[in-house]
């Protein structure tokens, strides 16, 4: 079945850095990315997702890339804030797109 | 435009007890996830649903866990006979759109089994 590898675990960066995390999956009939930010007690919100016909996709400070033939896919997020600081999640659908294999989590501290 | 929303979001069970969590989808939503959530990790699909189907349920365990999307009312997710195990942040997720794209989360149940 698929997985879906995630790194860094954590990751620390001054407010006004920019902060990448990686992901990589197995499937390669996987063809759906979205990325989610979850904070402590709260449900995971979907920030930004991906589809296989695209390569990068950008909403203000955030921007995810993709990779297919390498089969990975990055989450770019620049001018980093305190508030952006939470878990962020990386997933990838099965074939089948009954569902979301997730990564295990990268924890995103922005110290002022 | 209400979200996802979960019921309860705390649950106390003793062991042996059933526990039961329920999630209302997004408006205009006819299709319902669920996914577990550990302590550190990443979460997990169980079970996806859509009006009175059972789609995919490859990540349910065997025993004790059942789910069910009635014509009427929310999702049930249902734990029989509840472990220590089974302690974990509890997720729904709907989607719009077929296959699954595009999926919102409620806030979660969180379980604790004593």
């Known amino acids: 079945g698929e997985n879906v590898e995630q790194h860094p675990s954590t990751l620390s960066v001054q407010e006004g850095d920019s902060a990448v995390i990686k992901c990589t999956y197995s499937d390669s009939a996987s063809n759906y990315f979205p990325w989610y930010k979850q904070e402590l007690g709260k449900g995971p919100q979907l920030i930004i997702d991906?589809?296989?016909?695209?390569g990068e996709k950008k909403d203000q400070r955030i921007a995810v890339t993709l990779n297919k033939t390498a089969k990975h896919f990055s989450l770019h997020i620049t001018e980093t804030q305190p508030e952006d600081s939470a878990v962020y999640f990386c997933?990838?659908?099965?074939?089948?797109?009954?569902?979301?294999?997730f990564g295990k989590g990268t924890t995103l501290s922005v110290s002022s | 435009n209400a979200g996802v929303m979960q019921n309860p979001r705390h649950l106390v069970r003793r062991r042996g007890q059933e526990a039961r969590l329920r999630c209302s989808p997004m408006k205009g939503h006819s299709h319902v996830y669920w996914y577990r959530q550990l302590p550190e990790e990443g979460l997990k699909f169980m079970v996806y649903l859509q009006k009175e189907n059972i789609i995919d349920e490859s990540g349910m365990p065997k025993e004790r866990f059942s789910a069910e999307f009635p014509k009427e009312g929310p999702s049930i997710l249902r734990i029989q006979q509840v472990v220590r195990g089974d302690s974990a942040a509890y997720f729904c997720a709907s989607s719009q759109d077929l296959k699954g794209d595009e999926q919102f989360f409620g806030p979660g149940t969180r379980l604790t089994v004593l």
């Open positions: 997933a990838a659908a099965n074939q089948a797109g009954t569902a979301l294999i």
């Open positions: 991906i589809r296989s016909n695209v």
